[in-house]
């Protein structure tokens, strides 16, 4: 059997309802970076990550231009998100420049969003073993 890692996006990853999508706004931590805003909730009580992936109608007027950036940044996730250390974590990626940036750039600011909800779930966890 082969042991290669198989970087796909299932259906089950990618977040969607109204009650998911709500308890992370309203509960969510919030956060930017140049070209992003993003949101990430720790702790989704499953045992994968999910995601969900907002380009703005008003930044982008035309649909082709907000498929065309959606489908980069879920593809910068596929190819990154075992870079994730742990499991149960939904993230909002809100495109939030008014440029089209390219792949690489769109990359960066995906494993920059990563390191951040990495070093989040880190403090989590050393605050959680000191009230023990």
């Known amino acids: 059997m082969d042991t290669k890692i198989r970087h796909t996006l ?7 309802g109204k009650t998911g999508i709500s308890r992370l706004l309203n509960n969510g931590k919030h956060g930017n970076i140049p070209g992003f805003r993003y949101c990430y909730l720790i702790g989704n009580e499953l045992d994968f ?3 969900m992936v907002s380009v703005p109608k008003k930044i982008f007027k035309r649909a082709v231009k907000r498929n065309l950036l959606k ?3 879920r ?6 998100k075992m870079s994730l250390n742990t499991k149960g974590v939904d993230i909002l990626f809100t495109y939030s420049t008014k440029e089209i ?17 990495n070093k989040a779930v880190a403090n989590r966890t050393i605050s959680n073993e000191q009230s023990e």
């Open 75 to 80: 593809e910068s996730w596929r190819l990154q």
């Open 10 to 16: 299932p259906k089950k990853e990618r977040l969607c």
């Open 49 to 51: 990550n999910r995601i």
């Open 71 to 73: 489908r980069r940044i």
């Open 101 to 117: 940036l390219d792949q690489n750039t769109i990359q960066d600011a995906v494993s920059k969003i990563i390191e951040k909800v």
